[in-house]
Each structure stands twice: as structure tokens, then as C-alpha cells.
């Protein structure tokens, strides 16, 4: 069975570009989770979709959005990209316990390294 | 504040020596317990998972945890460790807090092995 695919693994864009992530989970999860991983600061939760919708958010600024494909596939979308936007971003997926409260565990894909220059 | 804290930023440890890497919690309620690795330039792996029962909870690796509530700790352990498990290890938590909630990490541990 097919982990967690993220594509592509690097990236490397200019300050003010737009950058697109994207992020299959494992089948039969419908929940995705964001992470920005920028070095020396641990894992930061940017968004959780689950359903197609966006359940939660981090303390991220607007520009850092996305989306959850019916077929539970997402995208992250970061603008006007920073510098400080150069961080590894990882996705994970995972399935909800079903009329229960909180979820079963994550599953990582392998990263996409997004450098901005 | 609700937070997941490993106090330890970074362990050295001799091969084939015992290990302990703290994680403590700050929640009202027990929350799902994890504990991920991540080698170099790699996504995270998860090592255990604790959701309620026997406190003390098994791994892939060789790894084990125990919850302890009284401390709202979940410190991971290994009785040996070898040169491969050289890499950084997060704990982490969801708070259970209905349908918002989120997985949290601490901000891990970075485990070296001396030879």
C-alpha cells in the first residue's frame, strides 16, 4: 500500500513568487495535515483538512492557504513567498476514529525542501 | 497554555547504552500520545502511540513509552541503543478536544551516538 506522497521534494523559488505543494495520503484517510519544519523550529501545524474542510489553522499568516480535492488530495499554497518561507513542509494523513473524538495516528509523507532566494 | 515540551534539545548517548527522552504535556484531559523519529532529510516514522490501557506501550525498534499521568509525561526508552537510531525524536499529542483538534509536536530531541 502507497504511504504518504508529497511532490515535488524540492523547490526553489524567488522572493514574492507563488508556490504550489501537493500532498496524496494513504488510502482511505480523508484527514490532511500541514507541518512547516524551517530548521532549529520544530514542527509548526499550519493546516488540518478533513472532508474537504478546513478544520483548523496555525498561527500562519493569510497567505499560506489550500485545499482538499475530493479525492482527499491537497494543495498548500504559500504567496508572495519569504525567505523565511524556506523550510522543509511536510504532510500527513490520517483517518478520524468515527464518532469519536480525536484522530488515529499520522502518517508522514517524505517532505517537499522549499527553498526561497 | 496547552504545549507538548521536551526539555532535552539535544542527548549523547554511547552505543549500547540505555536511553531516555523526556516529554511532558499541558492538558485538561489525557490526550493521544505519540512518538515519532526522523532521520536526516526524511519524513517522521512513528515509534508508538499511546491511547488508553496499559500505560506502558511498546514500539517498532525496541522502543517503549510509559504514560504516566500524576507527571502528564510520556517518557520514551530504549534499554540499548545502536548507531542507527542516531536521528531526532518528537513527541507528540492530540488534545482530544473535539472536532478541531490537531496533532501537536514538542520541538524534539536530537539523539547522538558515540561509538
Known amino acids: 500500500e502507497a504511504g504518504v506522497t508529497q511532490s515535488p521534494t524540492h523547490l526553489i523559488k524567488t522572493r514574492g513568487q507563488q508556490a504550489t505543494l501537493r500532498c496524496s495520503p494513504i488510502?482511505?484517510?480523508?484527514?490532511v495535515y500541514w507541518y512547516q519544519q524551517a530548521l532549529g523550529l520544530g514542527l509548526q501545524f499550519l493546516l488540518w483538512?478533513?472532508?474537504?474542510?478546513?478544520?483548523n489553522r496555525g498561527n500562519f499568516p493569510p497567505r499560506f492557504s489550500g485545499r482538499q480535492f475530493p479525492n482527499y488530495s491537497s494543495e498548500l499554497n504559500v504567496n508572495a513567498l519569504e525567505l523565511e518561507d524556506s523550510a522543509l513542509y511536510l504532510c500527513?494523513?490520517?483517518?478520524?476514529?468515527?464518532?469519536?473524538?480525536?484522530?488515529?495516528?499520522?502518517?508522514f509523507g517524505q517532505g517537499t525542501r522549499l527553498t526561497v532566494v | 497554555a496547552q504545549s507538548v515540551t521536551q526539555p532535552d534539545i539535544h542527548i549523547t548517548v554511547s552505543e549500547g547504552a540505555s536511553l531516555e527522552l523526556r516529554c511532558n504535556y499541558s492538558?485538561?484531559?489525557?490526550?493521544?500520545l505519540f512518538w515519532y523519529v526522523q532521520s536526516p532529510g526524511q519524513g517522521l516514522q512513528l515509534l508508538l502511540k499511546?491511547?488508553?490501557?496499559?500505560?506502558l506501550v511498546q514500539g517498532i525498534k525496541g522502543f517503549e513509552a510509559e504514560f504516566k499521568r500524576s507527571q502528564s509525561s510520556f517518557n520514551l526508552r530504549k534499554p540499548s541503543v545502536h548507531w542507527s537510531d542516531a536521528a531526532e525524536y518528537f513527541c507528540?499529542?492530540?488534545?482530544?478536544?473535539?472536532?478541531?483538534?490537531?496533532?501537536?509536536f514538542g520541538s524534539g530531541t536530537r539523539l547522538s551516538i558515540r561509538p
Open positions: 492538558y485538561g484531559a489525557t490526550p493521544y
Open positions: 488510502s482511505g484517510h480523508t484527514s
Open positions: 499511546y491511547f488508553s490501557g496499559d500505560t
Open positions: 507528540a499529542v492530540d488534545p482530544r478536544r473535539g472536532s478541531a483538534s490537531k496533532i501537536i
Open positions: 483538512y478533513d472532508e474537504g474542510e478546513e478544520r
Open positions: 500527513a494523513s490520517s483517518s478520524l476514529f468515527r464518532g469519536r473524538v480525536g484522530n488515529t495516528e499520522a502518517f
